[in-house]
């Protein structure tokens, strides 16, 4: 009777994976440098604002002729519409006098995680060293899981629904701050990843179980289960820790979109592992993926920048918020595994059909990333 049951917690876990997926990846970037205007004394600002051309689709309709493609020259007669959605939903104050924002310049293309952004000019004046107020509502009310990441003159703010207004002081941030600030991100980047928690959860999902006899058998021993998933989770966070240290500091720089892949990938074989197994034991392997989740953790980062102050402290901090959100995930998940791995509608059942939701999942992102 819990075989129906099962099925549809499994569908529900696809259909929730796949949607959290969608939604990690509307994200827009802003950058702003300030320099000098010695005929006015007031700092002027210029830089971009970076939209994925499917969020924009939904707050100024582009395709224009309905054919299911937006050209650039769609793009470009949208143009009055595209800067009075600018007006509508970027303000920028300075003690409580607004600081007129333009967008003069040529557009451009860009792209992130393989989707096309489009990046648009801008530029206001404020006066000289005084903190700026910006105020962001950008696609809160079609995707309330969007984000934008906000660089000015180095400082770098992450806005979302819950924190759309947000004010810039460019004098030196303390390392208390700094440090608050990029473990909070690491913590917010592990919760939101789906593709980490889906390849942390196909390695805990057998972490309690033991092949044998071409069947997975609950292992007897609690000490056991802990040391050997103590010995996977260390695999996992050495082999990331070392790649986010490296990308972020410039020592390697890898291709973004491979090491989606390859990402996509791991998770794929990690959940196919566990219905049909061609490696038992783990741990090397594990350290292998996490080689490239590491480098997925450090594009996050870089596209949020560094402290231009305590740059070795951001990575830091941010390597250690990621360690946060992982062990939280685990403290959750491992005990109520611990609990239900002697039921045979866990071993034959939830384990394998879970394994197959993420491994569908995990091909789906493989086919869109390739």
Request: with cysteine.
């Amino acid at each position: 009777m819990k075989t129906p049951y099962l099925f549809i917690l499994t569908l529900m876990l696809c259909i929730f994976s796949t949607y959290s997926f969608a939604h990690q990846l509307s994200t827009s970037y802003i950058t702003l440098n300030s320099e000098n205007n010695n005929d006015t004394s007031k700092n002027l600002y210029t830089g971009t604002w970076q939209i994925n051309i499917a969020d924009l689709e939904h707050a100024v309709p582009l395709d224009l002729d309905k054919n299911g493609q937006i050209s650039w020259t769609e793009i470009k007669a949208k143009r009055s519409s595209i800067n009075n959605f600018i007006k509508e939903n970027l303000n920028i104050t300075q003690s409580a006098q607004i600081c007129p924002l333009k967008s003069e310049g040529i557009y451009q293309l860009d792209n992130h995680f393989n989707q096309p952004y489009l990046v648009i000019p801008l530029q206001f004046s404020c006066d000289d060293n005084e903190a700026i107020t910006l105020s962001y509502s950008a696609f809160f009310k079609t995707d309330a899981n969007h984000k934008s990441i906000v660089n000015i003159n180095g400082v770098s703010r992450v806005f979302n629904i819950n924190e759309a207004q947000q004010t810039f002081s460019f004098e030196q941030t303390s390392y208390l701050s700094t440090f608050n600030q990029y473990v909070y991100q690491g913590v917010l980047h592990i919760w939101i990843g789906i593709d980490h928690i889906l390849f942390l959860i196909a390695l805990l999902l057998t972490c309690v179980l033991k092949r044998s006899d071409k069947a997975w058998q609950g292992i007897s021993s609690k000490k056991h289960i802990i040391k050997h998933t103590a010995w996977i989770v260390t695999a996992f966070t050495l082999a990331h820790s070392i790649t986010l240290t490296a990308t972020a500091m410039n020592l390697v720089s890898p291709n973004s979109r491979w090491v989606e892949l390859g990402i996509a990938i791991s998770v794929l074989f990690a959940a196919l592992n566990n219905v049909w197994p061609l490696v038992l034991r783990l741990g090397w392997l594990t350290f292998a993926f996490g080689l490239l989740h590491g480098m997925g953790f450090a594009s996050v980062l870089g596209e949020l920048g560094l402290s231009s102050d305590y740059q070795l402290l951001s990575i830091l901090a941010f390597n250690l918020g990621v360690e946060i959100g992982q062990l939280s995930i685990l403290l959750i998940a491992l005990p109520i595994l611990i609990y239900v791995r002697h039921y045979t509608w866990y071993k034959k059942w939830l384990m394998p059909m879970g394994s197959v939701a993420i491994a569908i999942v995990a091909l789906q992102w493989s086919i869109e990333r390739f």
